[in-house]
């Protein structure tokens, strides 16, 4: 049986939408922060932790296309570990659209994580996670 890429496609795309709502909602976390608003901080927080956890619904479903067989795993494992950025052009158009979709998710993800540190950085000052791990005294 051979992986349902379509579908794969279709899981990715809404892993890509759920990130998405993840990084307008750090924008409104960043902003209710600025406010020193703890209120809306936390509704804002909890929002996150519940597309964070959809956004793990949908990773767990890509994953689970690679339960059909050997070879889907395989499939699978590579759609989902080789770099998009340097994934050749192949002819079957969802492998195409796969590595798209992942060079998005990708991009997004690094955009998040900097969005993240800046922010932890600028609310937690000297106690900030990210303070500790690199030094940083910016």
């Not at 994953?63 to 770099?83: C, K, N």
């Not at 950025?85 to 998005?104: C, D, L, M, Q």
Request: glycine letters at 6%.
């Amino acid at each position: 049986m051979a992986v349902d890429l379509e579908q794969m496609l279709l899981l990715l795309q809404k892993r890509y939408n759920r990130l998405k709502k993840i990084d307008e909602l750090t924008d409104e976390l960043r902003d209710a922060f600025a406010r020193h608003d703890e209120v809306s901080a936390s509704l804002i927080l909890d929002m996150r932790a519940e597309e964070i956890g959809e956004l793990d619904a949908c990773t767990g479903r890509i994953w689970d296309l690679s339960r059909a067989g050997a070879e889907d795993a395989r499939e699978v494992r590579r759609l989902m570990r080789d770099d998009p950025f340097e994934a050749p052009s192949g002819e079957i158009w969802e492998e195409n659209k796969i590595f798209e979709v992942r060079r998005k998710i990708s991009l997004l993800l690094k955009e998040l994580q900097d969005k993240d540190r800046r922010m932890n950085l600028s609310a937690g000052g000297d106690k900030s996670y990210y303070r500790k791990q690199d030094g940083n005294t910016n």
